[in-house]
């Protein structure tokens, strides 16, 4: 197997701090201001409480935040700041909440966004979270919130693909939104497989077809508006490239037609969403005339070898 040398790599992601879009985000989070009364609620909405927050101090994470844009996952509530994220979050982490458990468990996020899923998990009083994600708006965004939250979670500027290298292997993995958006998905597949500890479970979702042959859909150019999406499967076929990456067990936890209701535009983005994505005409349509985004979640299961 080949070698890669993780802490070089950090330093070298970490140099995006430097670019000249991100070290303006940087600079306004390290001026934040330092309170120490600070209570975190983890429920749908992340609430962070400090009351000693001047008015001064308000309108500063105010225009911090919405310098920062734009909010993907969420929702967070910030003192006085409601962060009304395109995606309300809650929703997903809801569906997937009965079917882990995390105690004592060393848990990853891939594509962790800004950390609300880990913040949530916090309350599952696991022994290590460790969220990857390349982004460097993401990463401002967690440590935004973490300069109040003050976890233990370890954010890395890494991806998918560094997961089996990592310092240690992982008792759950969660991979939520990202295998669409890679090429090679048996691929990732595997590096995900070999990131886990025997025993070990990986919690996914993805996009679906309807259909039960093994077979996917692969769009010529665009997918909702968006580029980088290349296979969208049959549960069939998920269920296949599962097998193929080594999981010995895949369990369908939901299926989930995606609706305005969870993802929407809010004044928290600077983009297009749902609405823009679909056929004006036909909301089972994308503006492409392929189905309407739908998910499934599942879990897939690396089991132990009997000697």
Known sequence: ?????????????????????????????????IIDDVEVKLGDTIEIEAKSLTSKDEKYIYDTAKLIQPWRKG?????????????????????????????????????????????????????????????????????????????????????????????????ILFCLGVLYHRADPIGMLKSLFRGLNEGGELILDTFMIDGDDEICLTPRDRYSKMRNIYFIPTISALKNWCYRAGFNDVEVLDIVKTKTSEQRKTEWINTHSLDDFLDKNDQNRTVEGYPAPKRVYIKAKKLKKID
Request: glycine share 4%; proline share 4%.
């Open 1 to 33: 197997m080949q070698k890669v040398d993780l802490n070089r790599l950090r330093q070298e992601r970490l140099k995006c701090l430097d670019w000249k879009n991100i070290k303006i985000y940087w600079e306004a989070i390290l001026a934040l201001p």
């Open 75 to 171: 929702p967070f509530q910030l003192s006085q700041t409601f962060i009304d994220t395109e995606w309300r979050s809650n929703i997903k982490y809801n569906i997937l909440r009965p079917h882990f458990n995390l105690t004592d468990k060393i848990v990853g996020d891939i594509g962790c966004n800004n950390g609300y899923y880990l913040f949530r998990m916090m309350e599952d009083n696991p022994k290590r979270l460790i969220g990857f994600d390349p982004s460097a708006i993401t990463f401002c965004q967690f440590k935004f919130l973490d300069h109040f939250i003050k976890s233990e979670i370890t954010y890395e500027l890494l991806g998918v693909e560094h997961v089996e290298f990592y310092e240690h292997k992982f008792d």
